[in-house]
């Protein structure tokens, strides 16, 4: 069957071209893979758990469920935080009733502050944690499991990637963010 096998042969061959080709349709050879999916990793979010969080064992709980959605922490750091640092990071509350006494929990305890990564984190990761008053979050989602007040609501997270990246700076070092 030597003419049989010349076909199988050139069958191959041609699977093979048609997939190079293919593949430089979809710029994956000239943009190898790689560099692309660096790309879509290198998306982060800024997280960190509340006092509350920390007193009340649900790090892990919380670290599962961002891990289980699919998402990579990229940084874990427990922290007390300083006053300067809570109103550099809630600057855009200043004023606001509720301020001080926010400020004034972020810092009665240690936090455990976290970068998060994965795709669409700003997004996914809010909807992970839910809306901010956990009477009104919808169960299922952290704060509407695990919390009933509006300042200790377990779980803060960037609503936005420009946020994401003024808040990390506050706690983690440039080279952290890349
Ligand atoms: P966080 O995601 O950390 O961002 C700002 C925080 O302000 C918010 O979660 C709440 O803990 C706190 N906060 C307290 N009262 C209010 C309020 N009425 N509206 C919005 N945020 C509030």
């Known amino acids: 069957m030597p003419s049989q096998h010349v076909i199988i042969q050139t069958r191959s061959k041609k699977d093979e071209v048609d997939g190079v080709l293919r593949e430089e349709r979809e710029g994956s050879l000239t943009a190898p893979a790689s560099s692309q ?26 670290v599962s469920r961002f891990e289980r959605k699919g998402f990579t922490i ?8 300083t006053r300067s640092e809570a109103e550099r ?11 001080e006494e926010l400020v004034s929990h972020v810092t009665s305890g240690p936090v455990v502050l976290m970068i998060v990564a994965g795709p669409s984190p700003v997004e996914t990761v809010r909807k992970l944690i839910g809306g ?13 499991d695990f919390s009933t007040s509006i300042t200790a609501n377990v779980v803060h997270a960037s609503d936005t990637s420009e946020n994401a990246r003024k808040e990390a700076s506050i706690f983690f070092p440039p080279d952290a963010l890349r």
């Open 37 to 62: 999916q660096q790309k879509q990793e290198q998306q982060y979010t800024f997280s960190f758990l509340k006092p509350e969080a920390v007193k009340q064992r649900l790090v892990g709980e919380v």
């Open 132 to 144: 901010t008053n956990p009477l009104t979050a919808e169960p299922g989602t952290i704060r509407g």
């Open 89 to 99: 990071l809630y600057y855009v509350h200043k004023g606001k009733p509720f301020y």
């Open 74 to 81: 990229r940084e874990l750091r427990l922290h007390r935080m």
